[in-house]
């Protein structure tokens, strides 16, 4: 069983970054992605950034060019770096490992993130 841990969220003002960090127990060798979605209360969960085990990187359109996905594959740990932070990218942020092969999804517990002077 895959353990997943955030950390990094807070309060910060408009216009501010913060840095989410996403610590798995495991990573797989086979194909799969690490992914960050987040939910606002009353709203569906939705995929943010998604970066796959071969490298490649997707968006959520409202965050591309703020936001960027990376990994530290020695540290087992997916890293969200958030700039320029909206009112409107306040929600519980979680990560989530998906492995291909097995179709299996694991998720974190969740990292509050608010944006507000």
């Known amino acids: 069983q895959v353990q997943l841990v955030e950390s990094g969220g807070g309060l910060v003002q408009p216009g501010g970054s913060l840095r989410l960090s996403c610590s798995a127990s495991e990573v797989p060798s086979s194909v799969h992605a690490m992914s960050w979605y987040r939910q606002a209360p009353g709203s569906q969960r939705l995929l943010v950034a998604r970066i796959f085990s071969h490298g490649v990187t997707n968006y959520l359109d409202a965050v591309k060019g703020r936001f960027t996905i990376s990994r530290d594959n020695a540290n087992k740990t997916t890293i969200l770096q958030m700039n320029a932070l909206k009112p409107e990218d306040t929600a519980v942020y979680y990560c989530?490992?998906?492995?291909?092969?097995?179709?299996?999804?694991?998720w974190g517990q969740g990292t509050q993130v608010t944006v507000s002077l």
């Open positions: 989530n490992l998906n492995i291909y092969a097995t179709k299996k999804d694991y």
